[in-house]
């Protein structure tokens, strides 16, 4: 199956300071991808829609002035967390569809401590 | 809006047996996408089945069937001759144009 990638896999920072977690598809292109955040122990929750060439679709609830998301090329889509605070603490999962495949492959997340 | 039920927050299974996780879900789509996947302590989400709601057989894959009743809004999973390897949390996930709805999960815990 396609490889979906993110870096950092792990990522610390003080409060009130900028991070930028990249997705890429590493053998496909991919017009839509996804961002999506997890808590401990829960599920994962849709928080935007990353299109290539246009604006970010933000789920209800999902600020994007917090949460900037560009979607530059077929193959890398970045969140950029602004202004991070504590409760921004979470594990970061993107996601890519491969249309030849009809199919969302996931990356392998990225976890995020902010202090 | 769609939702995903998952009502069991935990299953225990021996090595060797069967397990079902049951998932229910609401929606006023007729066209649509159920899938399970797999999440182990790695945390990586790997597709496990998928089902398309327009078909009425139901998927399987190798060890891991589903059982999918459209007019009950019932998709459970099946998993058969439970290896140590499945351990992991299992998410329902409703899709529609690709856009995934996921339940609270189940964890699942295969004992040697």
């Known amino acids: 199956g396609a490889v979906v990638s993110q870096h950092p896999s792990w990522v610390i920072c003080k409060s009130g300071t900028s991070v930028k977690i990249e997705c890429r598809s590493l053998d496909f292109q991919a017009t839509t991808m996804f961002w999506y955040r997890q808590f401990p122990k829960q599920s994962l929750m849709l928080m935007a829609t990353?299109?290539?060439?246009?604006?970010?679709?933000?789920e209800q609830g999902v600020e994007k002035d917090k949460f900037l998301i560009n979607h530059a090329s077929l193959t890398l889509s970045t969140l950029t967390v602004t202004s991070a605070h504590p409760e921004d603490s979470s594990f970061y999962i993107c996601?890519?569809?491969?249309?030849?495949?009809?199919?969302?492959?996931f990356g392998p997340g990225t976890r995020l401590t902010v202090l | 809006a769609q939702t995903v039920t998952q009502s069991q927050p935990e299953m225990s299974v021996q090595e060797a047996e069967t397990v079902t996780l049951s998932c229910t879900y609401d929606?006023?789509?007729?066209?649509?996408?159920l899938f399970w996947y797999k999440q182990p302590p790695s945390r990586q989400m790997i597709l496990v089945i998928r089902?398309?709601?327009?078909?009425?057989q139901n998927a399987t894959e190798n060890r891991f069937s589903v059982n999918f009743q459209k007019a009950a809004k019932s998709f459970s999973l099946k998993i058969s001759d439970s290896q140590l390897g499945d351990t992991a949390m299992y998410f329902c996930?409703?899709?529609?144009?690709?856009?995934?709805?996921f339940g609270a999960g189940t964890t699942v815990t295969v004992r040697a």
């Open positions: 089902q398309e709601a327009y078909k009425q």
């Open positions: 929606t006023s789509e007729n066209n649509y996408y």
């Open positions: 996930a409703f899709g529609n144009d690709y856009k995934l709805s």
């Open positions: 990353s299109n290539e060439g246009s604006k970010a679709t933000y």
């Open positions: 996601s890519a569809i491969d249309i030849s495949y009809n199919e969302q492959f």
